[in-house]
């Protein structure tokens, strides 16, 4: 699907919430740390009254060190790494220090960020929500990021001074008002999780922010561990995410990319960042198969999902989504998936709410793969029997063209849990659905195509209804992927109608041609349109 010369390449040389219950209020007075910070009282006002006002900080002092000299009390919440999933063989006391470098267990399984849930559970959901409540949309350091406002649910003991934040997250929750009306049978409560509307124009900037806080706590006095860089294998935008973020605390990035197999807005983003970037002739599950034999013989702390670490700043955005519908717990929420850490993060996200008493359900999951990479969806429709890798052929949507997916055994466990589906979509229907979308006001990437695809055939299918509150998650930004929009409103995609493009009208530069063509295009009646005037 390279680049191809064409006329558009040349041309272009408040959600609202349902009914429920009021949530009880907690008194709050005797906890460890308050949920706002109390500023001073400035003196009498000139009618005599007392009136509080908020100092700014010194001018020489940024918020990091704001954030420092105001800090309270440390916390008692803890978390650290278990084996993921627990087995019956295994050794039940099995667990590891955040501060390990280790990324599977000792039978050879994916590891899990396991919290002090005892801890946590001491304080009612109404506190946690009224603290998370308490931080949107501030610059107080750390917690005007999405990720680290739910700091005591993500790394606890991490020191705010060894963050490393570039206020990620917070992302647009979008009513997709038109295409639920016109083009789903009339949904009128469709959303659209914007996480492409991030620092690097993706979702992986939440879980990046909380993977390289890590490494810089860790390479830091008094630990001091000998880590001199950080390396993945990517798609994209892994790599983006990890260069951006390392170029921020000053360490050196390593990225593994499949040549030919990312598009140019991809690529020139951790070249730009400063990171090492090797371009390797084969795909992302032989880069990532590279870069775990380096990092096994190199002091190169690994970045890829295979590290839960990750999943810990992921799954904030499903806790994000929670605080936007005023903590009211939507019915689906479908997401596209590839190496499958993410889903597994929706659904920490939304279990630990439930579990904490933020919310009292979880919501139905559904994964969307692109057909032609789609491991999970045949696990899935073999009954959960009978798991094969493949060999991904070449899909619009890169970022999950995935053949053996790291964390497939999480996405099961998610899956499970929360009764959901897989779903896939073929080529056309992805961009189809991103181009439909797009006509109604997004800028969709593939991805977010494959999702929606997803949706529009679980519709037909009456799975999920017209009053169901449904959110896709769009975890890449459109701007990423324009070529591929180019070729489709182009029409220069071999196989495929392009049903919905739009392509510019070539017109000859005088009054009467640009006329006829507007006519046409308005359905502009030119004899009603001057008896007007």
């Not at 039940?92 to 002090?116: A, F, I, K, Q, W």
């Not at 917070?170 to 038109?178: D, G, K, Q, V």
């Not at 599950?285 to 990092?295: A, F, N, P, S, Y």
């Not at 196989?495 to 000859?508: T, W």
Request: charged share 20%.
């Amino acid at each position: 699907m390279a680049a191809t010369a064409s006329s558009l390449s040349l041309l272009f040389a408040h959600p609202h919430s349902r009914q429920s219950s009021t949530p009880q209020r907690f008194d709050r007075s005797h906890l460890r740390f308050p949920l706002r910070a109390r500023c001073a009282s400035d003196g009498a006002s000139a009618s005599g009254s007392t009136t509080a006002t908020k100092h700014r900080r010194p001018a020489e002092e940024n918020i990091r060190e704001e954030a420092a000299r105001l800090r309270g009390p440390a916390t008692t919440f803890s978390a650290w790494y278990e084996p993921f999933p627990p087995t019956s063989d295994g050794d039940p006391n099995e667990r590891y220090s955040l501060d390990d470098v280790v990324y599977r267990s000792t039978s050879g399984g994916l590891l899990d960020v396991r919290h002090d849930m005892e801890a946590l559970a001491r304080f009612p959901g109404s506190y946690w929500r009224d603290l998370f409540d308490s931080r949107v949309g501030r610059t107080t350091w750390p917690y005007g990021s999405g990720v680290w406002s739910k700091k005591e649910f993500v790394l606890p003991e991490i020191d705010s001074d060894h963050i490393v934040s570039l206020f990620e997250g917070n992302s647009n929750l979008f009513w997709a008002e038109r295409l639920g009306r016109e083009h789903l049978g009339g949904m009128n409560d469709l959303w659209v999780k914007q996480c492409g509307i991030s620092h690097t124009g993706s979702f992986k900037d939440l879980g990046m922010t909380a993977l390289v806080s890590q490494v810089n706590r860790l390479r830091r006095a008094p630990l001091s561990r000998p880590i001199n860089g950080v390396g993945c294998a990517s798609t994209g935008d892994t790599s983006a995410a990890l260069s951006a973020y390392c170029a921020a605390a000053g360490i050196p990035a390593i990225v593994f990319l499949p040549a030919d197999r990312i598009s140019l807005q991809q690529l020139i983003q951790p070249i730009a960042n400063g990171a090492t970037v090797l371009s390797l002739d084969t795909d992302f599950d032989g880069c990532m198969r590279l870069i775990r034999e380096v990092t096994a013989e190199l002091p190169i702390y690994l970045a890829n999902s295979l590290n839960s670490l990750r999943l810990e700043g992921q799954k904030t955005a499903a806790i994000e989504i929670l605080q936007q519908f005023n903590w009211q717990v939507p019915d689906w929420v479908i997401i596209p998936g590839g190496n499958l850490g993410n889903i597994y993060a929706f659904y920490k996200g939304f279990e630990m709410c439930r579990e904490l008493g933020l919310v009292d359900r979880v919501p139905r999951l559904v994964c969307a793969q692109a057909a032609n990479a789609n491991p999970l969806y045949r696990y899935y429709k073999s009954g959960w029997t009978d798991f094969k890798s493949l060999v991904a052929e070449t899909t619009f949507a890169s970022a999950i063209q995935i053949g053996d997916p790291v964390s497939i055994d999480r996405a099961v466990v998610a899956l499970k849990a929360t009764d959901g589906i897989v779903e896939e979509a073929t080529e056309e229907e992805l961009m189809d659905a991103t181009a439909l979308a797009d006509l109604t006001g997004m800028f969709a990437c593939p991805h977010t195509g494959v999702a929606l695809a997803a949706l529009f055939k679980l519709r037909d299918r009456g799975i999920i209804g017209t009053n169901d509150r449904t959110v896709v998650v769009s975890t890449a930004h459109g701007l990423k992927f324009t070529q591929s929009k180019i070729d489709y409103h182009d029409k220069n995609i071999k196989d495929m109608l392009c049903q919905y493009a739009n392509p510019p009208i070539s017109v000859k530069p005088d009054f009467g041609s640009v006329m006829d063509v507007l006519q046409k295009k308005l359905n502009v009646d030119e004899t009603r349109f001057l008896r007007l005037f």
